[in-house]
């Protein structure tokens, strides 16, 4: 690594623009520097003659240029600037100056004036249109033309219009430089300063200084610890009042995201605020100075009250959606049992398949009410179920389950199969032989991130089935239940015991507890599920146990003792026999609960790559992004909702192609992934939202079932060790299980239920319950005469009459 340090020079032209983060790879022809003078020789290349030629600069002199990257806006070519920062030398592309600030130098001489005028940011301002300017005005014209428009009149054969273009122009870049420049100056890095400059523009000084906590709802990457700092340069008292209500309401956000809760207790709210707040602060805050912030957030509504809980708006309003939405559902009138009997026994006959009991219970229990729930573990028949419901239910309805034949018709298909990852809904379309989409999908979630159905959109569908319910967060199932129609019946299948949703709540085992929806619990393991050990070892961990066998050999299933330095070494060993034996990448996942660590995700997916897709310089070609390097071939993970492209978070596919810059006239670096069929084309600035799936989180693989599983387990991983973690990980193998590691760590998590949620969507639906939490008094009445106040406290209401009211 280099020292800190700046170059100053002539830019020449653009290798590589990002348009929307501003990451910048250029050349730059080196005037002036401060560098190491051994890593400057190793980074700058000689410039062509011609180059200097057109800069019109001694060509008895060599000139040097050199690579720069960083975060800025587009630079104009044949311009001056100074970037500060550090020489590195890249693994792929060798020597470059990463810049982590820029400033532009006033165009000094007369030849790189009329460059720098004719070029192409200039429209309509050509070489001797140039030269008049910087005869006439001088070789200081570019800061005469900012100090006094006027001076343009002065100039021969230039219309009013083209100087008033060449002033605004002008006035456009010297703003943009003078916006930046202070934000560089705050010690944020390039890529938060380019993503503030493209959120708040020309205003980006003015926003920030007025309130800097803004940053944490407007720009991705700004926490609050961020914005504090920046907020202590501009002078922000520690106890403003702006600063305790940015801490609030961002611990109660970070709540919902890290712990999953919908609210959180009052006196939680307090603590995890202080800490906050207090943290490398000399003057600390205590109670009383937060609870009137506190109060102020509740009247401006951006915190809501309940008793003694405190929600975020949206989480509570979700879950008050998701009760009002099946109490709807469920006022339809249920189906008659004797109808669904007689379909029942004529699918029996038909494909004469005899359901256990409790298996029949729950696809006539399904058929009959308006809502429904089944769970069950592995091997209990959960999709034999399904499979059955929906021949049922075409009995009954006299429904073809051939989705072809509604093509011609103006009646669309009546039935709706649906899961939260795009894995799940391929393998419901595996298990049924309909398609089967993501919920996303099924609700019209488009590129600008607004649902198509909501309640004034709702779906078309008659019967929807939705499956791994486990992992419906409150604000999915929110959009979910308002979108369906009255009328429709809805099924949700999954295993309560596996891993509640990545997002807030948990959904499905509250409507469990709620009692308010109709359950069946398949309990029995049949037949051809019972010599499985994995199920039966899966079923033991529910139950906080570890099977006496444990260490004993199966036909599917391995256990390996090992200490927590050695797992890497196994995995490698275990990888690489797989290997030897014809399975593939995609046979083979690697299951860790943590992304930092020897034994992390990051880590293990460096090993497993060289393992399963060695470097080959002559066959696979390769690109690098940050600590990644991406290669043909590899296996990969989406990271996040990408609704343009049709890929969410999640899903996995395979590189299958890279595109270097220059070729087939591309002007950047390209990757290629295939999801499936559907190929996805990255640029480079896009890869910040892939990752390798050799090794993946045990949430990222909920949903998904893999021919062989490795599970490492060390006491490392401690945080994450819980029993739900850990019975989702071995319910993910289908064939084979291994798992690597320490028998007490693993013994650890199977006991160790893990934190309760915090949430109130069971008592939602108990209108006893209901009660004892804060409401408006005057609710009832309200709803009774279709007043739309009901949100009104008498606080707001002070001083107004009636006659307020009134148009």
């Not at 959180?264 to 609870?291: G, R």
């Not at 990222?700 to 401690?718: D, F, N, R, W």
Request: overall charge negative; hydrophobic content about 35%; proline content about 4%.
């Amino acid at each position: 690594m280099g020292e800190a340090s700046y170059i100053q020079g002539i830019f020449l032209d653009h290798i590589f623009f990002n348009e929307d983060n501003g990451f910048s790879i250029g050349t730059v022809l080196v005037t002036e520097h401060q560098c190491n003078e051994e890593q400057f020789k190793k980074a700058y290349k000689t410039v062509d003659e011609k180059v200097v030629d057109q800069l019109g600069l001694d060509s008895s002199e060599t000139h040097y240029k050199m690579t720069v990257s960083g975060y800025f806006p587009k630079l104009v070519p044949q311009k001056n600037y100074r970037f500060t920062g550090q020489l590195i030398e890249h693994p792929k592309y060798g020597w470059q100056f990463q810049a982590n600030a820029y400033d532009s130098v006033s165009v000094r001489g007369k030849s790189s004036l009329v460059h720098y005028l004719s070029s192409d940011i200039f429209e309509g301002i050509g070489q001797k249109t140039a030269e008049r300017i910087v005869e006439t005005l001088g070789e200081n014209a570019v800061d005469v033309i900012l100090r006094n428009r006027q001076s343009l009149d002065e100039v021969p054969k230039l219309s009013k219009k083209l100087a008033d273009k060449l002033y605004a122009t002008l006035v456009d870049q010297q703003g943009t430089e003078q916006v930046l420049a202070p934000l560089y100056g705050y010690d944020l890095s390039p890529r938060l300063v380019m993503k503030i400059f493209k959120k708040y523009q020309y205003q980006a000084l003015e926003m920030i200084q007025e309130n800097p906590y803004r940053l944490i709802d407007d720009i991705e990457g700004i926490g609050f610890i961020k914005a504090d700092e920046l907020a202590k340069r501009l002078g922000v008292s520690n106890d403003d009042p702006r600063r305790i209500r940015a801490a609030l309401l961002y611990v109660i956000d970070q709540i919902a995201i890290q712990k999953g809760h919908t609210y959180v207790y009052h006196k939680q709210l307090l603590q995890s605020a202080l800490q906050y707040l207090n943290q490398k602060s000399n003057q600390l805050l205590d109670y009383s100075q937060i609870e009137g912030q506190i109060e102020e957030l509740i009247k401006k509504k951006k915190i809501y009250i309940e008793g003694d809980f405190l929600f975020i708006p949206l989480l509570v309003n979700s879950e008050k959606g998701i009760a009002q939405s099946i109490l709807r559902l469920q006022e339809e009138v249920s189906k008659s049992e004797t109808d669904i009997q007689d379909s029942l026994n004529h699918l029996k006959e038909e494909l004469a398949i005899n359901y256990s009991p409790e298996q029949e219970e729950a696809i006539k229990m399904a058929l009959t009410q308006p809502v429904s729930i089944i769970t069950g573990g592995p091997g209990t028949g959960k999709t034999t179920v399904v499979q059955g419901i929906l021949k049922a239910y075409a009995h009954l309805h006299n429904v073809t389950l051939d989705p072809n034949k509604y093509a011609t018709s103006e009646k669309p298909f009546p039935i709706a199969l649906a899961a939260p990852t795009g894995r799940a809904a391929k393998r419901m379309t595996e298990t049924t032989g309909l398609k089967a989409s993501t919920i996303h999908r099924l609700l019209g979630y488009g590129v600008d991130g607004v649902f198509q159905h909501d309640e004034f959109s709702q779906l078309e569908y008659d019967l929807i089935i939705i499956d791994e319910s486990s992992m419906l967060d409150t604000l999915l199932a929110y959009q979910l239940f308002q979108s369906i129609k009255t009328g429709a019946q809805v099924i949700l299948v999954g295993d309560d015991n596996q891993l509640p949703s990545v997002g807030p709540g948990q959904v499905l085992k509250d409507l469990i507890e709620s009692h308010a929806i109709p359950l069946t619990r398949l309990l029995t393991v049949h037949r051809q599920a019972q010599d499985s050990s994995i199920i039966s070892l899966a079923h033991a961990v529910k139950n906080h146990q570890l099977p006496p066998d444990l260490r004993e050999k199966k036909p599917d299933r391995l256990y390996v003792e090992s200490s927590h330095q050695k797992i890497p070494a196994y995995l490698k060993q275990i990888v690489s026999n797989a290997i030897s034996k014809g399975y593939t990448a995609n046979d083979v996942q690697v299951l860790v609960p943590m992304y930092r660590g020897d034994c992390g995700i990051d880590s293990l997916n460096l090993m497993l790559q060289e393992i399963f897709n060695p470097p080959d310089e002559e066959n696979k070609r390769e690109m690098v992004f940050g600590q990644r390097v991406f290669r043909i071939g590899d296996k990969v993970l989406q990271l996040a909702n990408q609704p343009e492209t049709g890929v969410m978070n999640g899903d996995v596919g395979e590189v299958i192609g890279i595109s270097y810059k220059n070729e087939n006239e591309d002007k950047e670096e390209k990757l290629i992934a295939c999801f499936d069929t559907k190929e996805v084309t990255y640029k480079k600035g896009d890869l910040q939202n892939l990752t390798h799936a050799y090794c993946v989180s045990v949430h990222k693989s909920q949903g998904s079932e893999y021919p062989i599983v490795i599970l490492p387990m060390t006491h490392a991983y401690h945080v994450m060790l819980q029993k739900k973690l850990i019975y989702t990980a071995i319910t993910r193998a289908k064939k084979s299980l291994i798992i690597i590691g320490e028998y007490s760590a693993f013994d650890k998590g199977v006991k160790n239920e893990g934190e309760e949620r915090q949430t109130t969507l069971r008592l939602r639906f108990d209108l006893q319950k209901e009660q004892t939490l804060k409401e408006n008094p005057f609710a009832d009445y309200f709803k009774e005469h279709d007043i739309p106040f009901d949100y009104l406290d008498e606080e707001q209401l002070e001083g107004i009459t009636p006659y307020d009211f009134m148009d």
